[in-house]
């Protein structure tokens, strides 16, 4: 793989709307976004999925800057407060990160997650289309491709079978996205993300769960035979893909994969981590849980040829840099 290149902020636009900016993936985003000078507001609900204070971590160096970032605490479902704070704000460009995340959960709590995914999005596009906006990107799934027999997955392949709800709701919000470009001339991107890992990733996702577990000598559940595999993708490289995603000249809805293209299995992810931390791995084997799929494996072709997109970061070096940021977390505490 080659080394992560110079970031090369965005010039066309300077007023962001970021949904779910405190998150994971949204902290990493603003990040590059005020390094490139632009003004950003983040509508986030802090809820309970995880501990919340994760999130206050996140944004704590964002609120230093005042000048050009605003915190907003409140819920994508609330349509008067997306209608005010697009208006006011002269949004250019909102990036739709915010969502419930997790298949399992979704199996759980199917209402909720049409509420926020489904319900939520049509907010924004509507807000967006009435105020002006000027591109809308759409944060979507690997999940929407189901259980793909073919690989790796391309945007052309179909997708009308969900193994999930949260997956369902992914494909809405794409629809709706295509809805919106087709009625109102919105330009948009729908990204379909493939595994996501990195630094302030969720706790409850399984690479940071498993070097916790591994880095305290604790035992780690498995599920299915370790022959799943998944296209594990650094948080860096989705943000360069969002930011060319953003400077896409184009109309209309388009869809772009942003995975690593290098599917790897379960088991195999285990080896990995266990390599980086000079330790073994204490495994509890469980049967597959539903709506897990066996496979996700990107064709990331058409994100090269339109957005430049080329993941620089391997499986191995993103969980060394993610255990130096365990390092430095467990050092501050």
């Known amino acids: 793989m080659k080394k992560a ?28 976004l005020l390094e490139a000078g632009a003004s950003v507001v983040v ?13 206050r971590a996140n944004v704590r160096p964002h609120l230093e800057q005042p ?9 994508i479902r609330d349509r008067a407060l997306v209608q005010r704070l697009i208006e006011e704000s002269g949004t250019e460009v909102v990036i739709h990160l915010a969502a419930r995340a997790g298949v399992r959960p979704s ?9 926020t995914n489904v319900e939520g999005t049509l907010n924004l596009l509507d807000a967006a289309r009435r105020h002006g906006v000027k591109r809308f990107v759409f944060v979507s799934s690997s999940s929407v491709y189901g259980v793909n027999d073919k690989v790796p997955f391309a945007e052309d392949d179909p997708i009308l079978a969900a193994a999930s709800p949260y997956a369902a709701t992914k494909i809405a919000g794409e629809a709706l996205c295509a ?39 604790k035992p780690i559940q498995l599920y299915g035979d370790g022959t799943s595999s998944r296209d594990y993708t650094y948080v860096a490289d989705i943000v360069r893909g ?7 000249n184009s109309r209309g809805h388009e869809i772009f994969n942003l995975g690593n293209g290098s599917p790897t299995t379960l088991i195999e992810l285990v080896r990995t981590i266990e390599e980086v931390l000079g330790v073994t791995a204490n495994i509890e084997w469980l049967p597959t849980q539903p709506g897990d799929v066996p496979r996700t494996y990107a064709d990331v072709r058409k994100a090269n040829a339109r957005l430049g997109y080329t993941p620089q970061t391997s499986l ?11 390092d430095s977390q467990a050092a501050a505490s």
Not at 5 to 32: E, K, M, N
Not at 242 to 248: M, Y
């Open 316 to 326: 191995r070096e993103g969980i060394a840099h993610m255990v130096r940021w365990l």
């Open 43 to 55: 509508i986030d609900d802090f809820n309970d999925y995880y501990d919340p204070a994760i999130k």
């Open 242 to 248: 969002i930011l060319a995603a953003v400077e896409l």
């Open 67 to 75: 000048e050009r970032y605003r915190l907003v605490e409140g819920d």
């Open 179 to 217: 809805s919106f470009s087709h009625l109102y001339e919105l330009p948009s991107v729908s990204l379909r993300f493939f595994t996501v890992f990195g630094p302030r990733q969720r706790p409850d996702l399984a690479i940071r769960k498993f070097t916790e577990l591994l880095r305290a000598g």
């Open 5 to 32: 290149g110079c970031y090369h902020p965005p010039v066309r636009f300077q007023r962001f709307l970021v949904t779910g900016g405190a998150g994971f993936i949204g902290s990493h985003l603003v990040d590059r």
């Open 107 to 115: 199996v759980e709590d199917p209402f909720l997650y049409q509420t």
